[in-house]
């Protein structure tokens, strides 16, 4: 009897760093049940798209790309199984095989560690059709498989580790809550012994993730010496050997307490970059969009943070066009972002989320204002961040080297402690290393260093 050839599995991800997570953790799982990883779309037994809903320009990206690969598959290869998995999965569930009769299989956010034995199902004719948008206990325990050293084309020297899922905000434009569910958190030991393995196998720097980081534990670790569970699980992560740099994303401005900013001061693995959301500058706003937190409150943590590490680089996320928003209250966010004077943010024109409450607010922002309100603060942002990279040449800063620079593989790319992408020419034996360069050049949001005062000691 001959050997079965395992079918293989293209994943294509939208969307932010827990969905890139969930699907790397996919990827493994699916590696260690025997399935193959394919290069491409044209090349896979099964396509699988994991999908983002903070925005409906990404939901709508997501299904236009399931359309045209259903056509394609459709006309020149109908056994192709094609499946959504991630928020939008979870959130319109039946729906998306009710709109696309191609697709065969729909996986929540509680359930991406089910995807092989559905996909098992599917190829032994078991079903034909599997939605699976339930929740269940201890999934966020589930995400922590990392593909194997021989799958990847370089050994990463970076990673994301998924420490908790879900939100308990509410804030009255995110839908969140609803796409990831309760906030849960795994335990520090169990999250330890992931970065442990990463670490063993050639991670440097590892990237704590998770919706709302600060609420890490809140419920199941009580504070030990005033520190808050989220700290605990910074401390335990700083001891283990190989690692040399951690990063975390996203806190929340409301329990960023003091013993985080004191964190920064403490344990020097962590590194000086903090991204922030901070949504508006407006109070009014803050308030309707249910932020728990006041402009004072955000300035006076970054001025804390500042204090505690100088050159601390800070990022954020901000919405325009929340309904309500005046000239005026947008006018308070171009202030902040002056006196902040942020090094790079995230601007997003606010689209309105299926069963929140700020998409039924009266006052909704029509669509030019959020362009042109957009725009503006892009180039506020520009701005200030083109000045903070000027301000780096002449420099020396010390970078992680992560491998070929994206944008021209012949060169090297990796970040900054305060996580500014540096790009230089070196080699090889540099992969890896933590180097100290000096920036001789700046462009837009990426640094230059030059090979030839390359810090070889
Ligand atoms: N949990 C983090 C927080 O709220 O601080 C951020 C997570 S969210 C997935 C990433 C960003 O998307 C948010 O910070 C927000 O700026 C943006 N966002 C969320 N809902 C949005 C909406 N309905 N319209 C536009 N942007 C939105």
Redesign the pocket.
């Known amino acids: 009897m001959g050997v079965a050839i395992m079918p293989s599995v293209y994943i294509k991800t939208y969307?932010?760093q827990?969905n890139e997570r969930d699907s790397e953790a996919v990827a493994a799982q699916l590696a260690a049940k025997g399935y193959t990883l394919a290069p491409s779309e044209a090349a896979a037994d099964v396509i699988l798209l994991n999908t983002?809903s903070?925005?409906d320009m990404a939901e709508q990206k997501a299904i236009g790309k399931m359309q045209n690969i259903a056509a394609e598959v459709r006309k020149h290869r109908p056994s192709v199984v094609l499946g959504f998995m991630g928020c939008m999965a979870q959130s319109r569930g039946q729906q998306l095989l009710d709109q696309l009769p191609e697709v065969s299989l729909v996986v929540g956010t509680q359930k991406f560690h089910r995807t092989a034995e559905y996909l098992d199902e599917i190829f032994q004719g078991k079903r034909k059709k599997i939605v699976d948008v339930g929740t269940e206990a201890g999934s966020e325990a589930a995400i922590k498989e990392h593909l194997p050293l021989s799958q990847k084309p370089i050994a990463p020297v970076t990673a994301f580790v998924s420490i908790m899922q879900g939100?308990n905000?509410y804030?009255t434009?995110?839908?969140?809550p609803f796409t990831r569910g309760e906030e849960r958190s795994r335990t520090i030991p169990d999250i330890l012994e992931e970065c442990r393995q990463l670490a063993q196998n050639g991670a440097k720097e590892i990237t704590l993730l998770g919706?709302?980081v600060t609420s890490y534990g809140k419920r199941d670790i009580p504070l030990r010496e005033g520190r808050s569970a989220f700290v605990q699980l910074l401390e335990a992560v700083h001891e283990l050997e190989g690692l040399e740099r951690i990063r975390f994303t996203?806190?929340?401005?409301k329990g960023y307490g003091d013993d985080l900013v004191e964190a920064y001061r403490r344990l020097p693995k962590l590194c000086q970059s903090a991204h922030?959301?901070v949504?508006s500058g407006s109070d009014r706003i803050l308030k309707a969009m249910h932020?728990g937190y006041t402009r004072q409150r955000y300035l006076d943590i970054i001025k804390k943070l500042r204090q505690a590490q100088p050159g601390m680089g800070v990022t954020t996320?901000?919405?325009v066009g929340?309904p309500g928003e005046t000239e005026e209250d947008f006018c308070q966010t171009l202030s902040l972002v002056r006196e902040v004077e942020f090094d790079n943010a995230?601007i997003?024109?606010?689209?309105?989320?299926h069963d929140?409450p700020?998409?039924v607010m009266a006052g909704q922002v029509p669509q030019p204002v959020k362009e042109e309100r957009n725009a503006r603060l892009l180039t506020e942002i520009n701005a200030i961040g083109r000045a903070h990279y000027d301000q780096r040449v002449g420099q020396t800063v010390q970078i992680l080297v992560e491998g070929p620079s994206k944008k021209n593989p012949s060169r090297l790319t990796g970040r900054t402690r305060c996580n500014k992408i540096v790009v230089f020419e070196g080699s090889d034996r540099h992969h890896g290393q933590l180097l100290d360069l000096k920036i001789t050049r700046a462009g837009s949001f990426t640094l230059y260093g030059d090979p030839a005062i390359l810090n070889l000691a």
């Open positions: 969307g932010c827990m983002c903070v925005r939100c905000q804030c434009f995110c839908i969140v919706q709302i996203s806190p929340h401005p922030l959301p949504q932020r996320d901000i919405i929340f995230y997003f024109k606010y689209s309105p989320r929140t700020a998409a």
